[in-house]
């Protein structure tokens, strides 16, 4: 055990110099123990309520109390959403079958088809998901900005994935053809 304080003889122990509420005579040298008031007024006198002896023996049970309320309160989120979907009749989402019908082979682009991105927003009510721009656009426009955008991130996967990069038949580079980048 830490001294916390000076040291009176015939105690056997430190005692803290600046006693509030009675802290030396509620301390039992015999047991070694601390009550949970003299815990708290020894704490408020030395001043070791941040990062102290004290804390440091209740801190662990604290973060795990912590943790458990946000699990529980997760969960009860989880459920609630669920039960709303339920109550809406929403259907979980996913994504199209990967099929001619959805989906660009390799050599034509790489993406999704109109046909894809009909069945994704089906199956994905509130979706904004939209089909490549490959057309001529005007500077400034919502479209010249969604290219300049996806042209941004692809080029960070070009740098993310070199081997895709290098190959000119990559879906990455096919992609990046599409869109005009």
């Known amino acids: 055990m ?16 600046k006693s509030i509420g009675g802290v030396i005579s509620t301390f039992s040298p015999m047991t070694k123990k601390f009550p949970e008031v ?3 007024t020894a704490e408020k006198s030395t001043g070791m309520s941040e990062g102290g002896f004290f804390s440091k023996l209740f801190k662990k049970k604290k ?3 912590k943790e458990k309320r946000l699990e529980e309160n997760f969960t009860k989120k989880q459920k609630r959403l669920e039960e709303l ?10 994504m199209p079958a990967r099929n001619k019908k959805n989906f660009r082979s390799t050599k034509s682009g790489a993406g999704m088809t109109q046909a894809g991105v009909a069945a994704y927003r089906r199956m994905n009510p509130g979706s904004k998901l939209k089909t490549a721009v490959t057309g001529k656009v005007k500077p400034g426009s919502k479209d010249a900005k969604r ?14 994935f070199p081997k895709a990069a290098k190959d000119p038949n990559s879906r990455l580079r096919q992609a990046r053809r599409r869109w005009k980048c």
């Not at 830490?2 to 110099?17: D, F």
């Open 2 to 17: 830490r001294k916390i304080g000076i040291q009176i003889k015939g105690v056997g122990k430190a005692i803290p110099k």
């Open 38 to 40: 003299v815990r708290d």
């Open 63 to 65: 973060k795990k109390d």
């Open 85 to 94: 979907k339920k109550e809406l009749g929403l259907k979980k989402g996913g």
């Open 147 to 160: 290219r300049k955008s996806f042209c941004a991130r692809s080029a960070g996967q070009m740098k993310k």
